[in-house]
């Protein structure tokens, strides 16, 4: 299976403990691209929704295109009685989308699953004239906040962390867009706290592509070690998240 198609094999465990981005990131964005009633957004895999609420809430004509029927399904019971809600199930590089024209196309932790070429080609096509691209994703470090536990489970990651097929995908290039007749890239950062459990912890950590392929014995091993770790450490690990927007336009003539 495709990493890019793996996580619709976990609607429900990906709905509840990956993270949100943080309401002074969507002020920023929201503000920026003029987004509103009248104005046509489009979101690249919205997953089960992790940014795409506050969104649909400024009232704009909100499309998605969604790979996982599974995802695509956990949204359409969310958001399918909204007036200003659209998601179509199919694949953002093949997908035709007419004579469709946006004001705004974004996507949270999604775009760098498409082939940099496709992704900024595509977009820069399906944008109106000065409409917005937005990118984001979280970085979250723990070892900040206790680095202690972050070297044991350092430790579990050398010893256990063995998947099946390894992650290869190279860097996406956030900041290649005037390459393909964007305008220069802005970069804005916002921040937030999470704490979970271990239990919390093992589940988030289920969510990411390649620990899903590891094997046994070593998948047992490798997740009761991350437990096991947190557990040591008073039952608690604390992420200092980042929130990384990048935005750009395309030109108005």
Same mark, same amino acid.
Request: glycine share 6%.
């Given at each position: 299976?495709?990493?890019? +198609?793996?996580?619709?094999?976990?609607?429900?465990?990906?709905?509840?403990?990956?993270?949100?981005?943080?309401?002074?990131?969507?002020?920023?964005?929201?503000?920026?691209?003029?987004?509103?009633?009248?104005?046509?957004?489009?979101?690249?895999?919205?997953?089960?929704?992790?940014?795409?609420?506050?969104?649909?809430?400024?009232?704009?004509?909100?499309?998605? /295109?969604?790979?996982? @029927?599974?995802?695509?399904?956990?949204? +359409?019971?969310?958001?399918?009685?909204?007036?200003?809600?659209? /998601?179509?199930?199919?694949?953002? /590089?093949?997908?035709?989308?007419?004579?469709?024209?946006?004001?705004?196309?974004?996507?949270?932790?999604?775009?760098?699953?498409?082939?940099?070429?496709?992704?900024?080609?595509?977009?820069?096509?399906?944008?109106?004239?000065?409409?917005?691209?937005?990118?984001?994703?979280?970085?979250?470090?723990?070892? @900040?906040?206790?680095?202690?536990?972050?070297?044991?489970?350092?430790?579990?990651?050398?010893?256990?962390?063995?998947?099946?097929? +390894?992650?290869?995908?190279?860097?996406?290039?956030?900041?290649?867009?005037?390459?393909?007749?964007?305008?220069?890239?802005?970069?804005?950062?916002?921040?937030?706290?999470? @704490?979970?459990?271990?239990?919390?912890?093992?589940?988030?950590?289920?969510?990411?592509?390649?620990?899903?392929? /590891?094997?046994?014995?070593?998948?047992?091993?490798?997740?009761?070690?991350?437990?096991?770790?947190?557990?040591?450490?008073?039952?608690?690990?604390?992420? +200092?998240?980042?929130?990384?927007?990048?935005?750009?336009?395309?030109?108005?003539?």
């Amino acid at each position: 299976m495709e990493f890019r +198609k793996i996580f619709d094999t976990i609607p429900d465990q990906f709905d509840k403990y990956r993270p949100r981005y943080s309401q002074e990131l969507f002020d920023k964005l929201v503000d920026y691209a003029k987004i509103g009633p009248g104005k046509e957004v489009l979101e690249l895999g919205p997953g089960t929704g992790q940014a795409s609420e506050p969104i649909i809430k400024t009232g704009c004509d909100y499309h998605a /295109i969604e790979l996982g @029927e599974h995802l695509y399904a956990k949204m +359409k019971v969310k958001y399918a009685d909204l007036p200003n809600f659209s /998601i179509v199930n199919d694949d953002f /590089i093949t997908h035709d989308f007419g004579d469709q024209k946006f004001d705004m196309i974004y996507s949270a932790a999604t775009i760098q699953w498409i082939p940099e070429e496709i992704a900024y080609s595509k977009t820069f096509e399906l944008l109106k004239p000065g409409g917005v691209l937005a990118m984001m994703f979280t970085r979250g470090d723990y070892k @900040e906040s206790n680095e202690a536990l972050y070297d044991k489970i350092q430790k579990v990651y050398e010893d256990y962390f063995k998947p099946e097929t +390894k992650y290869a995908q190279s860097g996406f290039g956030y900041k290649n867009a005037p390459a393909y007749g964007f305008t220069e890239v802005e970069t804005y950062n916002f921040y937030g706290t999470r @704490e979970l459990t271990a239990d919390d912890y093992v589940e988030y950590s289920r969510t990411h592509c390649d620990h899903l392929v /590891i094997p046994e014995p070593y998948n047992t091993q490798f997740f009761d070690g991350l437990r096991n770790a947190v557990l040591e450490e008073g039952n608690k690990i604390i992420f +200092k998240d980042t929130y990384v927007l990048y935005l750009t336009r395309k030109p108005e003539r």
